[in-house]
């Protein structure tokens, strides 16, 4: 009889430390000093920010002229043949098919080729899309500095007889009223998914 | 008019009107070019692609290796590579490969023609003549169709030649 109790209280002790080696792990990994890895509690990504550039018009554009909508914006280069003209074309269908409610949303094409985007070749290629969609360029340390803060990759890449293209992402990002990062619209996404997307976006408030 | 003659001529109309604007085909032996196109281009564009769908009927494999056209200073073959989330571009310089039997289509988000420098910027509804020079099947000129800004990309697919 004792050596069942004895076996008991052995099996009892068994069970409280493995339960608190699985408690204290879990801490150390969550909350504890690994935690770290998992970044902000909020889990959203630091991407967005101040910047100062110029619009296809020629005027300063901040990143206080897109504060109080939600904004789509996307990076590319007026002598891209391909991502640019077919994304732009799209987000002018988006536009297009959330009718009225497009009025409460940026659209934004940022170039990433400042050396041959002035305003005035900008303002030549807007005038293909939808007129709501805002053209940017800057000076190359203005457009270094934006992209830094948007995460965005560019890179010129040279071709034959002194021409170049630029590699670049390509995702269309969609941030909030705040100028807060909400998410991104892949290159390519399924028509319907794209319009909930946006129709998520505008409801947020 | 008899009837009969009125309904052979409005069967003739039908007949034209349905197949005008459909794609376009070339022949060249064994080689089949299906709907060469292009899109709009800004007024301040200095590039343009040229795309299509090129069909080897025979039984062994050519390649496209040369390129040109009057309407602008060079023509590369040239393919985007979507890498992640980035889009990268790079020249294909030994020429395309369309193997026995096999069709390669150029298109928006693949391989495609690369016009540079162009003389002028491409019109919507406008035909730009394009030289294809393939190591077996020799030359041939087929004309690009010019189609809307943005046109035929990778969301809508494109409305014909599929």
């Given at each position: 009889?004792?050596?069942?109790?004895?076996?008991?209280?052995?099996?009892?002790?068994?069970?409280?430390?493995?339960?608190?080696?699985?408690?204290?792990?879990?801490?150390?990994?969550?909350?504890?000093?690994?935690?770290?890895?998992r970044?902000?509690?909020?889990?959203?990504?630091?991407?967005?920010?101040?910047?100062?550039?110029t619009?296809?018009?020629?005027?300063?554009?901040?990143?206080?002229?897109?504060?109080?909508?939600p904004?789509?914006?996307?990076?590319?280069?007026?002598?891209?043949?391909?991502?640019?003209?077919?994304?732009?074309?799209?987000?002018?269908?988006?536009?297009?098919?959330?009718?009225?409610?497009?009025?409460?949303?940026?659209?934004?094409?940022?170039?990433?080729?400042?050396?041959?985007?002035?305003?005035?070749?900008?303002?030549?290629?807007?005038?293909?899309?939808?007129?709501?969609?805002?053209?940017?360029?800057?000076?190359?340390?203005?457009?270094?500095?934006?992209?830094?803060?948007y995460?965005?990759?560019?890179?010129?890449?040279?071709?034959?007889?002194?021409?170049?293209?630029?590699?670049?992402?390509?995702?269309?990002?969609?941030m909030?009223?705040?100028?807060?990062?909400?998410?991104?619209?892949?290159?390519?996404?399924?028509?319907?998914?794209?319009?909930?997307?946006?129709?998520?976006?505008?409801?947020?408030? | 008019?008899?009837?009969?003659?009125?309904?052979?001529?409005?069967?003739?109309?039908?007949?034209?009107?349905?197949?005008?604007?459909?794609?376009?085909e070339?022949?060249?032996?064994?080689?089949?070019?299906?709907?060469?196109?292009?899109?709009?281009?800004?007024?301040?564009?200095?590039?343009?692609?040229?795309?299509?769908?090129?069909?080897?009927?025979?039984?062994?494999?050519?390649?496209?290796?040369?390129?040109?056209?009057?309407?602008?200073?060079?023509?590369?073959?040239?393919?985007?590579?979507?890498?992640?989330?980035?889009?990268?571009?790079r020249?294909?310089?030994?020429?395309?490969?369309?193997?026995?039997?096999?069709?390669v289509?150029?298109?928006?988000?693949?391989?495609?023609?690369?016009?540079?420098?162009?003389?002028?910027?491409?019109?919507?509804?406008?035909?730009?003549?394009?030289?294809?020079?393939?190591?077996?099947?020799?030359?041939?000129?087929?004309?690009?169709?010019?189609?809307?800004?943005?046109?035929?990309?990778?969301?809508?697919?494109?409305?014909?030649?599929?």
């Amino acid at each position: 009889m004792l050596r069942i109790i004895r076996y008991g209280a052995w099996a009892a002790v068994a069970v409280l430390a493995f339960v608190s080696l699985g408690v204290g792990l879990g801490w150390f990994v969550s909350d504890g000093p690994a935690g770290w890895k998992r970044g902000r509690a909020s889990g959203v990504p630091d991407i967005g920010g101040p910047f100062t550039m110029t619009n296809h018009r020629g005027e300063r554009f901040t990143e206080r002229n897109l504060l109080g909508k939600p904004s789509l914006i996307f990076f590319g280069f007026t002598t891209c043949p391909e991502v640019c003209p077919t994304t732009l074309n799209d987000i002018s269908a988006w536009l297009k098919e959330l009718g009225a409610d497009a009025d409460r949303l940026n659209a934004v094409f940022v170039s990433v080729d400042p050396e041959r985007d002035t305003a005035e070749q900008l303002s030549g290629y807007m005038s293909l899309f939808d007129p709501r969609i805002v053209g940017l360029t800057g000076t190359p340390d203005q457009l270094a500095a934006m992209a830094r803060a948007y995460r965005i990759y560019y890179k010129r890449v040279p071709l034959t007889e002194g021409d170049y293209t630029m590699d670049h992402s390509a995702m269309v990002y969609m941030m909030g009223a705040d100028g807060r990062f909400v998410g991104t619209i892949d290159y390519p996404e399924a028509p319907d998914t794209t319009m909930a997307k946006l129709r998520q976006l505008l409801k947020r408030r | 008019m008899t009837l009969h003659r009125a309904a052979a001529l409005a069967a003739i109309i039908i007949f034209v009107a349905a197949h005008a604007g459909r794609a376009h085909e070339y022949q060249l032996g064994n080689l089949k070019i299906d709907h060469p196109w292009s899109r709009t281009t800004p007024q301040v564009a200095k590039t343009g692609a040229g795309y299509m769908t090129i069909r080897n009927e025979g039984s062994s494999a050519d390649r496209l290796i040369g390129i040109s056209s009057p309407a602008a200073e060079a023509v590369e073959i040239h393919q985007s590579i979507m890498d992640g989330t980035i889009m990268r571009m790079r020249p294909v310089p030994d020429g395309l490969k369309i193997g026995a039997r096999q069709s390669v289509k150029l298109e928006p988000g693949g391989y495609h023609l690369m016009l540079m420098q162009l003389r002028a910027p491409f019109r919507q509804g406008e035909r730009v003549p394009v030289l294809l020079r393939f190591e077996k099947g020799g030359e041939i000129t087929v004309e690009l169709e010019i189609e809307a800004p943005g046109g035929g990309g990778q969301h809508h697919g494109h409305n014909q030649g599929r």
